[in-house]
């Protein structure tokens, strides 16, 4: 179930970095037969809620409603919508969209137990291997996704920060020693790390799912990135030097952090920190790059990369003043709009584009606490050049 709804969601991420309506057009079909799917396998009465046997990432499978699959499925829900209103298919998007507005409120109303998110089942009549009223580091999967596409909150952000805090209360480990796991052993001692699934208010199955107890990076570096996202800073980078730290070319190699294999795929999450602690954000169709950094504001750099093209992004900024450069590296990159986090004191009424953008004409307003630059068309940026931006 996480993957079919995983592919719907990496879908619409593949068409936003590159804009291209006619890979969309292609996929499109498959992906609404996987939704289909859905409706005729896990959410049957079409509440937005999945309720069947859900098998998943663990090996196994979950029954009952949980936000694992939940949020991705809500996720994917978005994602359909959106898509099928560039293509044209407006009804099919209001039933998606009808479909979300349903679970996003039922998925609340059922799991949340004022701290966090837990699975509707009775572990005691249920098949082996579920979490009931866990704490599941993986609760907020989909959540994450939305943050990485640029699709919002698809359960309301209270919750999502409580249960987010809640995750790294109860499940952060900065010392193992007196953890008991008699499962793969990623981490050990006085090592730290986040475990898969703690039971803070009791009720842990007799048979929970078999890597409850275990620590795998790939969901490290999830939970740390939308804790990140969720100004949870600190946080987040406690869990990365916990991860980085067992990894430290000592007792493991600093290239290779194996789960269920060597060189595992799901450390690739950890793409996701650059993304959170940068704010990028780039939709090839509407022209528009955002960047939001974490930490370090008043003089930030790193990496980006779209589909057409990858670079630097690099940003000084004072109380009165904002100087941003967009730098191209191999590619190039379409832009009209640019969407950048001013310091807190300023709120721009001017701005002046450079390098490839020299003499463009351009606007800015706030949106929240957002500014947006809007330059009168859009701007090509090669391999070797730039697009810079001061506003004050």
Known sequence: ADGQMGCILKLYREYLLSGDVDFLKLIYPAAKQTMSFVWLTWDKDGDGVMEAVQHNTYDIEFVGANTMMGTLYLGALKAMERMSEILGERQYAAKCRSIYDSGAKKHVEKLFNGEFFVQDVDVETAPRYQFGPGCLSDQLLGQWFCEVVGLGYVLPQKEVKSALASIFKYNWKADLSDHDSVQRTYA?????????????????????????????????????????????????????????????????????????????????????????????????????????????????????????????????????????????????????????????????????????????????????????????????????????????
């Open 188 to 392: 050990l001692n006085d090592e730290a790390g986040l475990l898969l699934c703690t039971w803070p208010r009791g009720g842990r199955p007799k048979y929970p799912f078999v890597y409850a107890d275990e620590v795998w990076t790939g969901i490290e570096y999830q939970v740390a990135a939308h804790l990140i996202y969720e100004d949870m800073v600190e946080e987040g980078l406690a869990i990365v030097k916990g991860a980085r730290d067992r990894h430290d070319g000592i007792a493991r190699n600093p290239w290779d952090e194996f789960e269920c294999g060597h060189h595992y795929a799901r450390a690739m999450s950890s793409w996701s920190l650059i993304l959170a602690l940068s704010g990028f954000h780039y939709d090839a169709r509407e022209r528009l790059i955002a960047f939001a950094p974490k930490l370090n504001a008043a003089d930030f750099r790193c990496f980006y990369s779209t589909g057409s093209g990858w670079g630097t992004y690099s940003q000084k900024a004072s109380a009165n003043s904002l100087a941003a450069k967009i730098g191209v590296s191999w590619g190039e990159l379409e832009v009209q709009d640019i969407r950048l986090l001013p310091p807190a004191a300023l709120h721009p009424t001017k701005v002046t584009p450079s390098g490839a953008a020299k003499g463009f004409g351009a606007s800015v307003r706030m949106d929240g606490t957002y500014a947006m630059v809007r330059l009168s068309e859009p701007v090509k940026v090669r391999a070797g050049e730039a697009l810079g931006i001061e506003m004050s």
